[in-house]
Nanobody
Framework: QVQLVESGGGLVQVGGSLRLSCAAS???????????MGWYRQVVGEQRELVAR???????MYADSVKGRFSITMDNAKNTVFLEMNSVRPEDTAVYYC?????????WGQGTQVTVSS
């Protein structure tokens, strides 16, 4: 079982920057590796949507709405993924969820709120 702990959410002004982090761990300190990690976001009343995803080999994927503004990176040794959010917009306001894939298993973090104020 993989546990995901997110941090870095909060309030940011339009045009500003924010960095989200998500650290993955397993019980008893067993060695593990992940196939991919990513970030999704959800607004109340809407479906959860992919923001960005990165594989263990470094292949990245972004939603069209964040291309050129957001950047996802991963520290494989620490099983930690980062989302650098730049030039944020009001429509980026959402709860951001960390996601990890290991084999056939998919895991989710508890979510962190990002609010962009105008």
């Amino acid at each position: 079982q993989v546990q995901l702990v997110e941090s870095g959410g909060g309030l940011v002004q339009v045009g500003g920057s924010l960095r989200l982090s998500c650290a993955a761990s397993v019980s008893r300190g067993h060695y593990f590796s992940l196939n991919a990690m990513g970030w999704y976001r959800q607004v109340v009343g809407e479906q959860r949507e992919l923001v960005a995803r990165i594989s263990s080999l470094g292949t990245t994927m972004y939603a069209d709405s964040v291309k050129g503004r957001f950047s996802i990176t991963m520290d494989n040794a620490k099983n930690t993924v980062f989302l650098e959010m730049n030039s944020v917009r009001p429509e980026d306001t959402a709860v951001y969820y960390c996601n990890a894939v290991q084999g056939s298993g998919t895991y989710w973090g508890q979510g962190t709120q990002v609010t962009v104020s105008s």
